[in-house]
């Protein structure tokens, strides 16, 4: 079962525009991640999260974590073409953490010229 | 630094056989974890190998199995092939998993596998 859900599961904005997806878990973590996969090929890391952090930046993207709600959300700004791909977020379960993180179904995201 | 790397890329296979995925992962990374990936399931955990040892397994059968090598290089095996073990095949390295620091992973392009 996967522990993580994305919200949306499908997102199309254009060039320049913001994009928001959001992820909810079900247990307690150590972190959170976001990934980005494009075309079925390997995940690129994008940021991590501690659970003991609340907003963490990196480039174009912000990331926030509410661990009270479960939650955590992505955010790109600006976006380009190029950031045409799947997101996913994936937590590291506290106690079950040895080099296993949980899934979320992921959130197709198209950025159009 | 050379990120991780998988092979073979692609795989076709029939059912009935067996097949075998190799992952080198960055170096000075010792922890591998194998992934499942497929449309219907999504990404499912398999397991993980830290200095030779599997210290984690998902809820997978009997027929999915794995080692690792001295040098930290990871396979894993898949037996008796089925129609639904078509999949894309992720191994991630991680510096640290669990011994100090976040379980930081970085992922290979994957092994697409099909079986007919």
């Known amino acids: 079962s996967q522990q993580g859900e994305e919200d949306p599961q499908a997102l199309s904005i254009q060039e320049g525009e913001n994009a928001t997806m959001n992820c909810s878990y079900k247990t307690s973590i150590n972190n959170l991640q976001w990934y980005r996969q494009n075309s079925g090929r390997g995940l690129v890391h994008l940021i991590l999260i501690r659970s003991n952090e609340r907003e963490k930046h990196s480039g174009r993207l912000r990331v926030t974590l509410d661990t009270s709600k479960k939650s955590s959300s992505l955010l790109i700004t600006a976006s380009r073409a190029a950031d045409t791909a799947s997101y996913f977020c994936?937590?590291?379960?506290?106690?079950?953490?040895?080099?296993?993180?949980?899934f979320g179904a992921g959130t197709q995201v198209v950025v159009t010229p | 630094k050379a990120g991780v790397t998988q092979t073979p890329r692609y795989l076709i296979k029939t059912r009935g056989q067996q097949v075998t995925l190799s992952c080198s992962p960055i170096s000075g990374h010792r922890s591998v974890s194998w992934y499942q990936q497929t449309p219907g399931q999504g990404l499912q955990f398999l397991f993980e190998?830290?200095?030779?040892?599997?210290?984690n397994k998902g809820n997978f059968p009997g027929r999915f199995s794995g080692r690792q090598f001295s040098n930290s290089r990871s396979e894993m095996n898949v037996s008796t092939l089925e129609l639904g073990d078509s999949a894309l095949y992720l191994c991630a390295s991680s510096l640290a998993a669990g011994l100090a620091g976040p379980n930081e992973q970085f992922f290979g392009p994957g092994t697409r596998l099909t079986v007919l």
């Open positions: 994936a937590t590291d379960a506290s106690g079950d953490s040895w080099g296993k993180l949980q």
């Open positions: 190998y830290f200095s030779e040892t599997q210290r």
